[in-house]
């Protein structure tokens, strides 16, 4: 739910933002409290390392196309929930209607779930686990690794032999670094070979869909810190 909770969050947001004459405990902050998780959702990632789903590149082609899916839908109610500020025709309150669109983007993923055979679990479970091997891929390419212990190596052995100790601690965790991250062995003990492999399959595309919702949650938090009426809809993004 995590996920699903920043995408609504963030519309209530844009919303808010649109209409910052309204008084904080408005309705808009109330959908936000009623969506926000709970109890039972804090425990969720426990009970999902607990629980991992298989992933397969039959998985994946759905995930991908459910994140395309609700990727468009979002942008849409954001760029709806920008002309609220611009609302003066007598019809329903601007906070009523911005309530209207969260809704709508809540009942659109449902229906994308549905149409492309996916329940919620199974998208919190693949956001999960593509979200941690994408997240230390793009680690992994900032980082070089081998230039760092090549050097911290050659230090050492310019050094005493009994001054070298703390330097070896050194290298002995960036070598564990390197492994986690290059490697990914904690995400192979948690999810299985197979799934991890099935992910970097797909690194491309799964990691330029990931790179279109930041960018989409970028531009959503410019927008509702604009002052009503200058926001530009994403749309033209």
């Not at 960036?174 to 948690?190: F, K």
Request: proline share 4%; net charge neutral; aromatic share 4%.
């Amino acid at each position: 739910m995590r996920k699903q909770w920043g995408r609504w969050g963030m519309l209530a947001l844009v919303v808010a933002g649109c209409h910052s004459g309204s008084k904080p405990g408005g309705e808009v902050a109330r959908a936000q409290q009623a969506q926000a998780p709970g109890p039972a959702s804090a425990a969720q990632p426990n009970a999902v390392a607990a629980a991992p789903l298989r992933v397969t590149n039959e998985k994946l082609d759905r995930y991908l196309a459910y994140q395309d899916a609700t990727l468009k839908g979002y942008l849409a109610s954001i760029a709806e929930a920008q002309k609220l500020s611009a609302t003066q025709d007598g019809g329903a309150p601007p906070a009523a209607r911005g309530l209207a669109l969260i809704k709508a983007q809540q009942e659109a993923e449902e229906a994308a779930r549905e149409r492309l055979g996916l329940t919620e679990e199974e998208v919190t479970k693949l956001q999960q686990v593509v979200s941690e091997v994408i997240t230390r891929r793009k680690v992994a390419s900032m980082v070089n690794y081998d230039a760092q212990l090549k050097q911290f190596e050659s230090l050492r052995a310019q050094l005493p032999a009994d001054q070298r100790a703390s330097l070896t601690e050194t290298i002995a965790s960036l070598q564990q670094q390197r492994d986690q991250t290059v490697q990914l062995t904690e995400e192979r003990r948690q999810y299985g070979d197979a799934s991890i492999d099935a992910v970097l399959s797909r690194e491309q595309d799964l990691s330029a869909a990931q790179d279109r919702w930041v960018h989409a949650f970028a531009h959503s938090t410019v927008t509702a810190k604009r002052p009503p009426g200058t926001g530009a809809s994403l749309q033209r993004e």
